[in-house]
T-cell receptor, first 114, second 114 residues
Framework: DVKVTQSSRYLVKRTGEKVFLECVQD?????MFWYRQDPGLGLRLIYF???????EKGDIPEGYSVSREKKERFSLILESASTNQTSMYLC?????????????FGSGTRLTVV | QKEVEQDPGPLSVPEGAIVSLNCTYS??????FMWYRQYSRKGPELLMY????GNKEDGRFTAQVDKSSKYISLFIRDSQPSDSATYLC??????????????FGQGTILTVHP
C-alpha cells in the first residue's frame, strides 16, 4: 500500500513564526498536493507539484509556499503564520499514470496558530 | 457559487437504513467523479470512482452520475455503525493541464446509530 506520511499530527505555533509541514510518500508518485480542510468549506487546494522541482498554485496559495527538491518529499511553508491559517492540512499523492485519478492522503496535520 | 455543492448535514440514520448522499456541480467539463470517506482524525480514502455518466456498484455502495443534471449520488444500503464518517464528493477534468486536480464538496457528516 502507498503510504503518505505527514511529519506531525498536531502543531501549535505562534503568530509570525515560519512553519514547515513535511510530507513524504513511498511509492514514487509524480504528483503531490497540499490541501487545507475547514468545517463547512471542505478541502481547498493550496499548492500542487506534478514532478520534482515543479510547483503550481492552487486555489488559495496566499501566505504559503512549497518546496519539492526530491520526488518523495513535498513541504508546505507558512512564511509568517497567522491565526486564519489554523486548520487541518492534508497532503496527498497520486500516480500520474493512474487511471482513476484517485489520491492517497496522509492522516493530516492539525495546526493551531495562537 | 461553489463549483461543487454538498449538503454538510449532519445526517443521522438508524442501522440498516438506506443512505443517500448527493452533490451538485456547475462545471460541465468534469468527467471523473469520486467519493471519499473520512473517519475522524484520519485522511480521506477513496471509496468509489466513476467515469462520466452511469452507475457503479461495489457491495453495499452504489455511485450514480447524471451529467445532464450535473448531479451525483452515493447510496449506502444496510448502513452500519462503521459507516459513520464524513463523505466527500470530488470531481476532476479529463486531462490536459489539470494534472489530476480534484475539486471537493464540503463533505457530509453521517452517523449510523446501532
Amino acid at each position: 500500500d502507498v503510504k503518505v506520511t505527514q511529519s506531525s499530527r498536531y502543531l501549535v505555533k505562534r503568530t509570525g513564526e515560519k512553519v514547515f509541514l513535511e510530507c513524504v510518500q513511498d511509492m514514487d508518485h509524480e504528483n503531490m498536493f497540499w490541501y487545507r480542510q475547514d468545517p463547512g468549506l471542505g478541502l481547498r487546494l493550496i499548492y500542487f507539484s506534478y514532478d520534482v522541482k515543479m510547483k503550481e498554485k492552487g486555489d488559495i496559495p496566499e501566505g504559503y509556499s512549497v518546496s519539492r527538491e526530491k520526488k518523495e518529499r513535498f513541504s508546505l511553508i507558512l512564511e509568517s503564520a497567522s491565526t486564519n491559517q489554523t486548520s487541518m492540512y492534508l497532503c496527498a499523492s497520486r500516480n500520474r499514470g493512474s487511471a482513476n485519478y484517485g489520491y492517497t492522503f496522509g492522516s493530516g496535520t492539525r495546526l493551531t496558530v495562537v | 457559487q461553489k463549483e461543487v455543492e454538498q449538503d454538510p448535514g449532519p445526517l443521522s440514520v438508524p442501522e440498516g437504513a438506506i443512505v443517500s448522499l448527493n452533490c451538485t456541480y456547475s462545471n460541465s467539463a468534469f468527467q471523473y467523479f469520486m467519493w471519499y470517506r473520512q473517519y475522524s482524525r484520519k485522511g480521506p480514502e477513496l471509496l468509489m470512482y466513476t467515469y462520466s455518466s452511469g452507475n457503479k456498484e461495489d457491495g453495499r455502495f452504489t455511485a450514480q452520475v447524471d451529467k445532464s443534471s450535473k448531479y451525483i449520488s452515493l447510496f449506502i444500503r444496510d448502513s452500519q455503525p462503521s459507516d459513520s464518517a464524513t463523505y466527500l464528493c470530488a470531481m476532476s477534468l479529463a486531462g490536459g493541464t489539470s494534472y489530476g486536480k480534484l475539486t471537493f464538496g464540503q463533505g457530509t457528516i453521517l452517523t449510523v446509530h446501532p
